[in-house]
C-alpha cells in the first residue's frame, strides 16, 4: 500500500495478508502486542469484535525508531460528468413509454410536480420485478424536484425527467449490483462502496452521517433511502460548485445563502 492514503477496499485485504495481528481475536477492553516488522508502510486496522458496531478507541504505538503516522482519509470531491444533449438522439421504446406515462399524469403543460412524480416513477418501477421495493417516498420526490428544478417553479419538464431516470437508472444498477441476496437492501459496507462506484469521495465521518441518516436499526438501507441520499449527495455538490466561483473547495455564504443551499438540496 505504498504511498496511498485513501480508503482500503475490501479487495485490497481479499488480496494481501495481514503482515502481523493480535495473537487472540476476542471480546477485550485493552489489547497490547509487540511486533518486529521491517522498515515500511503499514496500515493498522482497529475493529470492534461484533460487526456494525461504534466504539471510541485510543490507538498508541511505540517504536523504537522514529516513525510517522497519519489517519487513512479520502479527498472530499464528486466527479462531475457532462451531461449528454438530448439533441439529435432517437427515443428507445422505454423513453417512448416514459413520455406516455409522464403526459396522462402531467396534462397539457407536460409539466409534475413532487406527487406526481412519484406516481411516475412507481409506475416505472414496479415493471422491475428484479427490484425489490416499495416505491418512492414522497419526501424522496421533493428531493429530486430539488435537484432537476431549474427555473425555481416546484415542477419539472419531460427533459429534466428524462435526465432524472438516466441518473436513478445509473445509481439502480449500482444498488443491484450490491444486493446480491436481492432483499431489497444493501448493508451499511456495501453503501460506502456504492458512493464510491457513483463517482463521490467521502471520508470517514460523511459515511458515518449517512449511516445514521439512511440505515434502519440492522445497518441496512433500502433502495429509497439509496436514491434519496444520492439525490441529496448530488444536489449538495452542486450547489457548492455554484458557489465555489474560483474552485480553490471553499466558500463563504451569509445566512441566507446558506439557507438557501441547505433548502436547495
Known sequence: MHGTKHHLQKDFFLYNASKARSKTYINMREISERFRLPPSEYVIIPSTYEPHQEGEF???????????SEEVENMIEAER???PSAKGREESE???????????IAGDDMEINAEELRNVLNNVVKKHKDLRTEGFELESCRSMIALMDTDGSGKINFDEFRHLWDKIKSWQKIFKRYDTDHSGTINSYEMRNAVNDAGFRLNNQLYDIITMRYADKN???????FICCFVRLDAMFRAFHAFDKD???????????WLQLTMYA
Open 81 to 83: 460528468p457532462v451531461r
Open 94 to 104: 422505454e423513453q417512448k413509454q416514459f413520455r406516455n406515462i409522464f403526459r396522462q
Open 58 to 68: 485510543i490507538l498508541r504505538v511505540f517504536s523504537e525508531k522514529r516513525s510517522l
Open 247 to 257: 474552485g480553490d473547495g471553499i466558500i463563504k455564504l451569509n445566512v441566507l445563502e
Open 219 to 225: 445497518m441496512n438501507i433500502d433502495f429509497d433511502s
